[in-house]
């Protein structure tokens, strides 16, 4: 296959294969946990060593990439040893051995979005594909997986979660195979290697930690729903098909926002984006925080196109126009390892003991954390003129 047809088609496929694994094992691994006699103490302890490496190991591989270059190689080798780490938990039966399993996956999963992100982007920014129109593949692929795994494992049980994993991490190999085998960029960007002082400017370049701030909080301010959203909604005694709908509605109007990135990105810069993503999450999570009926509690889903949707189109937006393309992999993974890791993970932490004294009015904490980011977004516009970082 030729022209933007073959190149957005097997970029798709790689995100809808990878996103397969993904969709089985965030709602359904704590199960498998469980059935191998795991406590809610031991998988709690899993999550969070997971968690903390993430941070440290993200950059470093992504610093890693970049001086390696040829990111398809990269995605192959990745793809093929996540395969080979998940494939190791069907030998093993103690704590210890699940952890350190579990710590070589952590490393892994990581690795490879930065990856699959920067070779899509350096893609769009040659015209040949539609970045927002490729990525909406792996939110198609999430829900599906994950509804396509509650129903086999509510027929066969818990031990076909390991093997729905591995077919996925199958697939995906065979998708990184297929991915675009060139990669055209600049050619003063490719005599370029990325050092690690170039790496270190990154941080001491005030907008680029403006962005890195704003993008951040806008999307740890989803840790409560994220985490007692179900819990919330059963307790105001909604059922289970109504909160799948809820959840349902989010992904949809993520998948729409994608499929029309090219007109918005088009209207907004990543800056706006930004900033519409924060302005959007002060007004979803104030009105959730008082348990609005059904008729407002839908729409208020559906803004999740802006609060997850828009900042992330903005995050990929500013480092390709932002970085240069010889530590575009470094930004991805100091941005994923920033708000994926440090900060979403402890507003997570912190969320639990704010969910337990105030129940639904911790989502007012998620409100002030957008309300921080839209500031951050607001600063990052005056600022910034849109070109490379100096």
């Known amino acids: ?68 270059g040829r990111h398809r190689a990269q995605i192959i080798l990745f793809s093929v040893l996540l395969g080979v780490s998940f494939a190791l938990f069907s030998q093993v039966h103690s704590f210890l051995a699940i952890f350190l399993v579990t710590l070589l996956t952590s490393t892994l999963i990581p690795a490879i979005m930065p990856l699959i992100d920067t070779l899509t982007l350096a893609q769009a920014a040659q015209g040949r594909v539609d970045y927002g129109r490729v990525r909406l593949w792996g939110s198609i692929s999430f829900i599906a997986a994950s509804m396509s795994a509650g129903w086999v494992l509510s027929r066969t049980g818990n031990q076909m979660i390991l093997p729905m ?9 065979m998708a990184a195979v297929l991915l675009p085998a060139r990669e055209q960029v600049p050619a003063h960007a490719a005599r370029q290697r990325a050092t690690l002082g170039a790496a270190f400017q990154l941080f001491r370049n005030r907008n680029f930690m403006l962005f890195v701030t704003a993008g951040a909080l806008i999307q740890a301010a989803h840790a409560v729903y994220y985490t007692f959203g179900t819990l919330n ?7 289970s098909s109504l909160i799948g709908v ?70 990929m937006q500013f480092i390709t126009r932002a970085t240069p393309p010889h530590l575009a992999v470094t930004a991805q993974g100091v941005y994923a390892a920033i708000s994926t890791g440090i900060v979403i993970g402890g507003v997570t932490y912190a969320s639990g003991f704010g969910y337990a004294a105030f129940g639904s009015l911790a989502f007012l904490g998620m409100a002030g954390l957008c309300a921080m980011g839209l500031v951050c977004a607001l600063r990052l516009r005056r600022a910034w003129t849109g070109g490379a970082l100096t």
């Open 1 to 68: 296959m030729r022209g933007v047809f073959g190149h957005s088609l097997r970029l798709a496929f790689y995100y809808f294969a990878i996103f397969v694994v993904a969709g089985v094992h965030m709602p359904f691994w704590p199960v498998w946990l469980t059935a191998h006699g795991l406590s809610a103490g031991d998988i709690g302890l899993l999550t969070g060593a997971a968690m903390l490496l993430r941070v440290v190991t993200g950059p470093l591989i992504a610093f890693a990439s970049d001086r390696a």
């Open 165 to 173: 994993i591995l077919a996925g991490c199958v697939f995906s190999v």
């Open 233 to 239: 909604w059963q307790r105001l005694g909604h059922g």
């Open 246 to 315: 809820l959840w349902a509605l989010g992904v949809i109007s993520e998948i729409l926002l994608f499929a029309f990135s090219g007109r918005v990105t088009a209207r907004f810069g990543p800056s706006s984006l930004l900033a519409l993503g924060g302005a959007a999450g002060v007004l979803r999570w104030t009105a959730t925080a008082f348990n609005p009926g059904i008729w407002l509690l839908a729409p208020l889903q559906c803004l999740h196109g802006l609060t997850f949707g828009a900042t992330h189109i903005a995050a």
